[in-house]
């Protein structure tokens, strides 16, 4: 079974949360929060700060707290997905666009009613956490749990299992 880790982060100002527009391989488009994989070796707030200033062009300062964790077993693929999302405690620079994986095509600070508009193409387990955490965010970590179904990314169903 292949794992893989990945690392997010929650970036916020007075414009809003930080979330990127990903084009996928299909060349579909789905919005997250910034970060990426967790290279070997790396720790996972290691990881996240060089994807962020890599996707972005933004530094941050630290990171404050582990706000949830994510994990989805993808059944047909063989495949389990592990993601922690962390909560920035300041950042800076500007945004400037150079994803060196030619993933990210857009980033933008959004308030919650866009960010609500543009996690509709996203998937389950990146959807529903944010949603949660924007209606009312938690200061204890949370865990999420997700099983996945089928091979194709635009058909798969995501069920979240236990609350």
């Known amino acids: 079974m292949r794992q893989w880790k990945v690392a997010g982060g929650l970036i916020t100002s007075d414009a809003g949360t930080l979330l990127v527009a990903n084009r996928r391989r299909d060349g579909s488009i789905d919005w997250t929060t910034p970060g990426g994989v967790v290279d070997e070796g790396e ?8 994807e962020v200033e890599e996707e972005t062009g933004l530094s941050v300062e630290r990171w404050s707290r582990l706000c949830w964790t994510t994990e989805v077993e993808f059944v047909d693929l063989e495949m389990h997905l ?4 962390h909560l920035a405690a300041g950042f800076g620079g500007s945004i400037v666009l150079d994803d060196p994986d030619g993933i990210v095509v857009e980033a933008r600070f ?5 960010i609500d508009d543009r996690l509709r193409a996203s998937p389950a387990w990146v959807a529903e956490p944010m949603r949660e955490w924007m209606s009312a965010p938690w200061e204890q970590s949370r865990h999420f749990l997700y099983r996945a179904v089928g091979r194709d990314p635009a058909e798969m169903i995501a069920e979240r299992v236990g609350r």
């Open 110 to 114: 959004l308030e919650p009613a866009a």
């Open 43 to 50: 720790t996972p707030l290691v990881a996240l700060s060089r």
């Open 82 to 85: 592990e993601v922690e999302v």
